[in-house]
């Protein structure tokens, strides 16, 4: 890995990490107070919507990067920036993490089961459809 590559990984996991942050903050979380169970309506899981989207994303970008990669459409130091830069700094696994282990805190084992079902159900998808798709190219 050259130097060049090593410094976009850091620039793109910068402004990647810099846009999960305003997904996180303008999609709204079903709920963020999982004390207040009373907040949510009857069935409603505190699910962060912004970190479930930047997850997806990010799966979607590996996915992608992954494909192209195999198929020789990209450099390897492509591949890095994209899986590592882009898609490392958009996903976050630490917050899906607090996020449940918050709902678990609260004895609210459903929602945490839920919030981590639908991140990774929902991420190994795109992660999938978007390698199936980087054949297309």
Same mark, same amino acid.
């Given at each position: 890995?050259? !130097?060049?590559?090593?410094?976009?990984?850091? =620039?793109?996991?910068?402004?990647?990490?810099?846009?999960?942050?305003?997904?996180?903050? /303008? $999609? !709204?979380?079903?709920?963020?107070?999982?004390?207040?169970?009373?907040?949510?309506?009857?069935?409603? =899981? !505190?699910?962060? /919507?912004?970190?479930?989207?930047?997850?997806?994303? #990010?799966?979607?970008?590996? *996915?992608?990067?992954?494909?192209?990669?195999?198929? +020789?459409?990209?450099? +390897?130091?492509?591949?890095?920036?994209?899986?590592? *830069?882009?898609?490392?700094?958009?996903?976050?696994?630490?917050? $899906?993490?607090?996020?449940?282990?918050?709902? $678990?805190?609260?004895?609210?084992?459903?929602?945490?089961?839920?919030?981590? =079902?639908?991140?990774?159900?929902?991420?190994? #998808?795109?992660?999938? =459809?978007?390698? /199936?798709?980087?054949?297309?190219?």
């Amino acid at each position: 890995m050259t !130097p060049v590559v090593m410094i976009g990984i850091v =620039l793109l996991g910068g402004v990647a990490a810099v846009a999960r942050f305003a997904l996180a903050t /303008w $999609l !709204p979380a079903t709920s963020r107070s999982y004390a207040r169970r009373s907040s949510r309506k009857r069935g409603e =899981l !505190p699910i962060s /919507w912004g970190i479930v989207v930047a997850n997806v994303i #990010g799966s979607a970008v590996a *996915g992608l990067a992954l494909g192209l990669y195999f198929g +020789q459409s990209i450099s +390897q130091g492509t591949f890095f920036l994209l899986s590592i *830069g882009v898609a490392g700094g958009l996903s976050t696994f630490s917050t $899906l993490i607090g996020d449940s282990h918050g709902m $678990l805190r609260e004895k609210n084992s459903r929602a945490a089961l839920g919030n981590v =079902l639908v991140n990774v159900v929902a991420g190994l #998808g795109a992660a999938a =459809l978007a390698f /199936w798709v980087s054949f297309a190219f």
